[in-house]
């Protein structure tokens, strides 16, 4: 139990560290509510969930090639800088409450699985990660435990993607309509400035 719990702290320190999803979560939930926000987690989940299938599977050599490097930095590069203009242009919305009503819930989880789908990091994120824990937990233990480390891994992801559709989802509660939209700018920003640095690692690939 206690290396399992081991697993579900690593989901978790995996899924903390400030980046375009929580970027994208927090304005999500302040705009749309908790539910929103953890649809757009849900989904980036599900992205890092096709990525550990991917390592397990032994596909990350094909994507290791310098084409589909090239391409995937200048695709995350197209899907963050799309979300961050508009949740730039969008920041003046965030105290209209039929946004509620008029966000779609489909676009939440597909906006997360994209952002994330779609990141290069995300692929030397868990072939690095991943792929040290499948090393490690093949050779130690059997096929039934890989899969219940593995649970625990994605159990962590859950668990952190609940407290940050609810630490966003309060914040539309806790603070005021000015400093809502600084927020949602500020997120809009950080967005646009994870675009630019993927841009550039495309840029490296190329040239």
């Given amino acids: 139990m206690s290396v399992f719990l081991s697993y579900v702290f690593l ?38 969930v096709v990525y550990m299938l991917a390592v397990y599977m032994g596909v ?5 090639t ?26 003046g919305k965030v105290v209209m409450q039929q946004q509620r009503q008029t966000e779609s819930r ?5 906006s997360g699985f994209m952002m994330s789908i779609s990141n290069p990091l995300t692929i030397l994120f868990w072939l690095g990660i991943y792929g040290s ?9 059997g096929t039934s435990e890989l899969v219940m480390y593995s649970s625990a891994i994605i159990l962590g992801l859950v668990l952190w993607d609940i407290v940050m559709a609810g630490i966003s989802s309060s ?32 840029a490296k690939v190329l040239f």
């Fill in 11 to 48: 989901g978790l320190s995996l899924a903390a560290p400030i980046g375009p999803v929580n970027a994208a979560q927090m304005d999500k939930g302040i705009k749309s509510g908790f539910f929103h926000a953890w649809l757009l987690g849900l989904g980036a989940l599900t992205a890092d």
């Fill in 60 to 64: 990350v050599r094909f994507l290791e």
């Fill in 66 to 91: 310098p084409f589909m490097q090239t391409f995937l930095w200048l695709f995350g590069f197209f899907v963050l800088m799309y979300t961050g203009v508009e949740t730039i242009m969008g920041a």
């Fill in 106 to 110: 489909w676009k939440s989880f597909l």
């Fill in 133 to 141: 824990v499948l090393a490690r937990t093949a050779s130690t233990y």
């Fill in 171 to 202: 914040f539309r509660k806790l603070l005021t309509s000015r400093l809502l939209t600084f927020i949602s700018i500020l997120s809009g920003l950080s967005l646009i400035g994870f675009a630019v640095y993927f841009g550039i690692q495309a």
